[in-house]
């Protein structure tokens, strides 16, 4: 059975735990919606935790179906959940790898399970730091990317008797639950499918309300109020204008905001009220998030939209010194970026990443006037086999560059 995304399913205890060996107690809520979650979500992973899957009846079911074949598991062996520790024991049983375990960094590592790397996080107990969630969301994506680029046996079981036979479910089995599991209309796992089928269909105003349904089931959860403000103004209902304003109002939810992610929407959704009103205010406004974004996080994203509205304001701006300092600034820009994308290590990171950083390549060489290049990187851009909304984002920038380069 194909699937749009891989499943990552998450071991762990739910709510506030007293941890027998420190006599603390700890928010797991709290490491699965400021880390684990998001760092899953980024790197195109559907997430599932079972409490997500509870109303659907089938709870168990769906269990031992997704610690056989889920094509990730995450286990969270903080507080030493006895439910948790069960299941990453028969996960182990079942699959040689593709298993990734974190812990808060107090108390010890049961032994039979010491010498697997264990992602460490610092957890005060109740509310986890913006600092340290962000530090341990780029620690979980690299370990992520990792595991799913290069699969090496991390079950202690398959490590030493590597000849045991691992038992399988038949795809057939696996397609009934998981079919099931997807048909439940009312888990966080089938709202993101929708809401994820409905955008890869342009039908970004159904894909907009299940976006808005998530965010008030997990309420505070960054990713599913940026997919809302995303849809939102990429429906264009009642229309573009309203739809933006409409955006905008969604996304403010979130400022001030230090992630690129929320820079980088905040930036589009002003980039395209200067397109629709041709109010340079809200150019400036564009401007200045992407750069936030830029200057922050390094972020090639929000980097190559920062040049990209250089360049437009360029065009704009009448004052001579004015207009030289936008070109070169976005000329710095670009060629920063293109140094970014250029190293080896760039290179390692999943499908998902290597989509935006060919069509920022693309982009990047365009406007710096490196046609072969620009032509290279469309064409590995397209190879990923980019979603039409995404092929359609992409389009719209290049058809700019060209119309800016006529310009000049």
């Known amino acids: 059975m194909k699937h749009d995304q891989n499943i990552c399913f998450v071991i762990m205890g739910f709510g506030r735990k007293k941890d027998p060996s420190t ?18 979500l980024a790197c195109n992973y559907n997430c599932v935790r079972a409490d997500e899957i509870s109303e659907s009846g089938i709870i168990d ?26 299941e990453l024991g028969i996960r182990h049983a079942v699959r040689p790898y593709s298993t990734i375990i974190l812990k808060e960094d107090e108390g010890t590592l049961p032994f039979d399970i010491s010498h697997n790397r264990t992602l460490k996080y610092k957890h005060p107990g109740t509310e986890i730091s ?43 089995d696996y397609s009934q639950i998981i079919g099931a599991l997807r048909s439940t209309e009312n888990t966080i796992y089938s709202l993101m499918e929708r809401a994820r089928e409905y955008m890869s269909h342009n039908r970004f105003a159904d894909a907009a309300m299940k976006w808005k349904q998530l965010s008030e089931m997990a309420e505070n959860e960054l990713f599913f109020v940026q997919q809302h403000a995303l849809c939102t103004y990429k429906s264009k209902e009642p229309d573009a204008l309203v739809a933006l304003t409409n955006a905008l109002t969604i996304i403010n939810k979130l400022h001030p905001a230090n992630d690129a ?18 109010n340079p205010g809200f150019l400036d406004l564009a401007i200045d998030a992407y750069k936030k974004g830029w200057h922050l996080h390094n972020d090639y994203y929000t980097a190559e939209n920062y040049a990209h509205c250089l360049e437009q304001k360029s065009v704009q701006e009448s004052e001579p010194e004015d207009k030289i300092y936008y070109k070169v600034e976005a000329k710095h820009t670009r060629k920063k970026i293109i140094e970014i994308l250029s190293t080896p290590e760039a290179g390692d990171e999943g499908n998902e990443d290597k989509k935006w950083k060919y069509a920022t390549l693309s ?29 359609d984002t992409f389009t719209v920038s290049k058809n700019e560059l060209i119309t800016l380069s006529k310009n000049k």
């Open 261 to 278: 992610e929320t820079l980088g929407i905040t930036g589009a959704i002003y980039k395209n009220l200067w397109k629709s009103t041709s």
């Open 130 to 172: 913006a600092t340290e969630a962000m530090k341990s969301i780029r620690e979980l994506k690299t370990l992520i990317t990792s595991v799913t680029n290069s699969p090496t046996t991390d079950s202690p079981l398959y490590t030493f008797i590597p000849r045991i036979v691992q038992p399988l479910l038949s795809e057939e």
């Open 23 to 40: 006599n603390r107690t700890i928010d797991l809520d709290e490491t699965y919606k400021k880390i684990i979650r998001p760092a899953v």
């Open 61 to 86: 079911r769906s269990m031992y179906a997704l610690l056989m074949h889920a094509e990730l598991v995450i286990a969270d062996i903080s507080t030493y959940n006895p439910n948790a520790l069960y």
């Open 363 to 391: 982009n990047c060489y365009l406007a710096t006037e490196d046609g072969n290049n620009a032509v290279l990187y469309e064409g590995k851009f397209l190879a990923t086999h980019p979603q039409q909304w995404e092929i």
